[in-house]
């Protein structure tokens, strides 16, 4: 799987598997759809104040979970898991949202 080399987050680490495995998810699961990464932005909110205990989210090539433990990402091939802290996987959304809008407008 090819990655954008310049998409990356403020507190990105390229040698953290956690990121590393987020950076996929975003990727090869939310792609280019504003729409999936808003719904995911309102599901981190939801399970932030405890209006869902938790929430899971199957795509193309990962199993997504939220819960106040963070964001536990799960790749259905290989079925390796990586977690990231709540802070953490929403700010990588929230510039992945910006990327998606940037690339519309080029």
Not at 18 to 25: D, G, K, P
Not at 71 to 82: G, H, L, M, R, Y
Request: hydrophobic share 40%; glycine share 4%; charged share 20%.
């Amino acid at each position: 799987m090819t990655l954008d080399p310049v998409f990356t987050w403020p507190g990105y680490r390229a040698d953290d598997p956690a990121h590393q495995q987020l950076r996929a998810f975003l990727v090869m699961d939310i792609q280019q759809s504003p729409a999936w990464a808003q719904e995911i932005v309102e599901k981190i909110m939801a399970v932030r104040s405890q209006q869902l205990g938790q929430w899971q989210r199957l795509g193309n090539a990962y199993v997504l979970n939220l819960s106040l433990q963070g964001a536990q990402i799960e790749d259905t091939v290989t079925e390796s898991s990586q977690t990231v802290l709540l802070e953490e996987f929403e700010a990588a959304l929230r510039a992945w949202q910006g990327w998606i809008q940037h690339n519309e407008t080029c």
